[in-house]
């Protein structure tokens, strides 16, 4: 079958409408001749001839009654998609979004972000996933609406990104650990007993290599998969947590940080998200929502 020409879609709209050849033409903009051609490939198309004489005028067929308000609301279904999106009205908005992202984000800007949405939008529900790695699949099937992490070459090369923030690692203890007293240096450093933060089991890191320059090594005695877990361990015993320093702020109250003897690189933490989210008003909105509740905390 040959593709059926769907600009005749409009024409027979308004020719049903108006029941006037000459009446379509004015509407159109078109010639009464060039409206003619057009009822004829109409008229072969849908193989009934639409619109008959009667008298001085044109009645309709009873196919051209049975398409008439079928076509006026497919015309209108077309027209409404090619218009350019309505203004976001926050208050009538009713989603739910889902934001992946790895251990301490919640804790840290959940609070901020939850409050952001209630207040703007209440009808938003944010739904929080834990992220066990950087596979971009989510994005890209919809599972996931945004996600929050470090760019890697694991991050699908189509992956919008926004930097959030700049961030470091520092050390934390329990209040009243010894290291809390005096200078840090990296051999006090390593002479405590450490926690190791890996989602992937791994006992080193940017800053084991860092000490390894040094020819030191830190005596890791637990492994753990995030960064919360971490510094709950270490509120309640004598080991050291190694933490992005804004990432865990509101994580951190009540214990002991101190910046690390050894120079580390900074993390940039990013928004992402897939690229046919870009021009959603409604993801827009949560975006800069995001960005707004990180940029108020640190």
Not at 167 to 195: K, N, W
Not at 277 to 284: E, G, I, K, S, V
Request: one cysteine or more.
């Amino acid at each position: 079958m040959s593709t059926p020409d769907l600009n005749l879609l409009v024409t027979l709209d308004v020719l049903l409408t108006e029941g006037s050849v000459a009446r379509a033409a004015r509407r159109l903009r078109l010639s009464p001749s060039a409206m003619s051609r057009a009822l004829a490939r109409l008229r072969e198309t849908t193989g009934d001839p639409l619109l008959v004489r009667a008298g001085r005028g044109l009645v309709p067929t009873p196919r051209a009654l049975e398409l008439r308000e079928q076509v006026g609301r497919i015309v209108e279904d077309a027209q409404a998609v090619l218009r350019p999106a309505k203004a976001l009205d926050l208050d009538r908005l009713v989603r739910t979004f889902t934001l992946r992202t790895s251990e301490g984000f919640v804790e840290n800007f959940g609070p901020q972000l939850i409050e952001r949405l209630h207040r703007q939008a209440p009808g938003v529900r944010l739904r929080f996933m834990q992220k066990p790695d950087k596979d971009s699949a989510p994005l890209r099937d919809g599972t996931v609406d945004l996600e929050t992490g470090v760019v890697d070459k694991a991050t699908g090369p189509e992956v919008r990104t926004q930097a959030l923030f700049r961030d470091r690692f520092i050390g934390v203890v329990r209040m009243g650990h010894p290291l809390c007293q005096g200078e840090m240096t990296p051999s006090r450093y390593t002479a405590g007993r450490h926690i190791s933060v890996s989602r992937r089991g791994r006992d080193k890191g940017l800053i084991d290599d860092a000490l390894a320059v040094l020819g030191l090594e830190r005596r890791i005695v637990t492994i753990v998969g995030g960064f919360s877990t971490a510094l709950a361990l270490a509120r309640a015993s004598d080991l050291i947590a190694s933490v992005p320093e804004r990432h865990t702020e509101a994580l951190r109250v009540g214990m002991h940080s101190f910046p690390l003897p050894v120079s580390t690189p900074d993390i940039t933490v990013s928004l992402l998200w897939h690229p046919r989210m870009d021009a959603d008003p409604a993801h827009r909105w949560l975006r800069a929502c995001v960005r707004d509740a990180c940029a108020a905390i640190g």
